[in-house]
């Protein structure tokens, strides 16, 4: 078969690992028979320099046409790039945003799990550890804070800011819908996750889900306060198979989530709308500390290749292939510096995207 792909590999360390990821692609292609088109085009501060903006309409428009988007990262340094003296709508950042809304994609899926060999790296307890996770957080994506109304003004001589949060029973039953289709696939358990103690957006959450939940007998859902569910992150891993959250708990539990597996740069991500197209990128930033110097760990890219393969490619047999090879190096002993251990062999960015390539 043959796809199209938007190439985005933005800033700091993502033209190297979306590179990589790029080698591991044309391998399946090449092994499979399938053939991969790739566009590229700019993201963030790139985009900034050469645009003065950091999405353009025509690299939207890029995206929008092709099958699939896979992105390195974007971003750099506050107080360091020009980047971040312009105002926060033209910033890097503000590109990423831009393209999830343009496309339209409510549903960011980020997996963690511990890899056994990686254990090491957990910081838990040897005995919460030593149970293993496997989970997948799923936020919502394109409302809430993020998109709600904003000014800073001042009200009465006082300077206020002012975000809002508001989310409408639609927007809250489609990304339900979607973690209740992924737990049919995984262990059939959900913990929605809200603040409904305190805020309405959270009653309202609780109340759709429990009435999408009546359609998946088969799924136990469970709601846990935010707050309780940053603590039994750390306490009891092991309780989580599906995260269901909105979209500003979601970004600070993934990055909880992404910490206890001791290997943020091993992490993808997916974030998907109503149809096939999907956009695929990195847990992590673009680490502009070790930009340009063969050392960053490009396995969460590839893995998020993978996620393309699946989710938008259909091409289940090819993701299981890469997510293989990408285990079989890890269990050779190769490492890039951010997973380094004793005894084990360091490589680089290259070689780890030649190694799992080889291993496709
Ligand atoms: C993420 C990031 C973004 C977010 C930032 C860069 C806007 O933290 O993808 O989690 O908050 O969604
Ligand atoms: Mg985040």
Not at 62 to 74: E, N, P, R
Not at 190 to 198: L, R, Y
Not at 309 to 333: N, P
Request: glycine share 8%.
């Amino acid at each position: 078969m043959e796809y199209n792909v938007t190439l985005i590999p933005g800033d700091g360390i993502g033209p190297e690992i979306v590179r990589e990821a790029r080698k591991v692609l044309d391998k399946v292609a090449d092994k499979y028979g399938h053939k991969f088109n790739y566009k590229e085009v700019l993201m963030g501060g790139c985009s900034i320099d050469a645009y003065g903006v950091p999405l353009t309409d025509e690299a939207l428009a890029t995206a929008k046409a092709s099958d699939a988007v896979l992105l390195g990262a974007v971003g750099g340094r506050v107080g360091v790039d020009s980047w971040y003296n312009l105002p926060p709508n033209l910033r890097p950042e503000a590109g990423l945003l831009s393209i999830r809304k343009g496309l339209e994609l409510f549903a960011n899926l980020r997996p963690a799990y511990l890899y056994s060999e990686l254990k090491g790296a957990c910081p838990l307890k040897e005995e919460v550890a030593d149970k293993g996770f496997d989970m997948v957080i799923v936020r919502e994506l394109t409302g809430g804070l993020y998109f709600g109304e904003r000014s800073t003004k001042e009200v009465n001589g006082v300077v206020t800011a002012v975000d809002t949060l508001k989310y409408d029973e639609n927007e809250i039953r489609r990304i339900a819908i979607k973690a209740f289709e992924i737990a049919m696939k995984r262990n059939k358990h959900i913990i929605s996750v809200d603040k409904a103690n305190v805020l309405d957006t959270s009653r309202l959450w609780r109340k759709i889900v429990a009435e999408v939940a009546k359609d998946y007998p088969e799924v136990t859902v469970e709601d846990m306060l935010v707050d309780n569910c940053a603590m039994q992150l750390v306490k009891d891993p092991a309780q989580f198979d599906v995260v269901l959250t909105e979209n500003m708990f979601g970004d600070i539990l993934s990055d909880e989530a992404s910490m206890i597996t001791g290997s943020i740069g091993m992490l993808s991500s997916a974030s998907l709308g109503a149809g096939k197209l999907g956009l695929y990128e990195p847990s992590h930033g673009a680490a502009p500390d070790i930009a340009g110097q063969d050392k960053a760990n490009p396995i969460a890219t590839i893995l998020s290749a993978a996620m393309m393969l699946r989710y938008s490619f259909d091409l289940d047999k090819e993701a299981d292939m890469v997510e293989a090879a990408v285990k079989q190096v890890i269990a050779e002993g190769y490492r890039t510096v951010d997973i380094m251990a004793e005894g084990m062999k360091l490589v680089s960015t290259t070689e780890m995207g030649d190694l799992i390539a080889e291993r496709v």
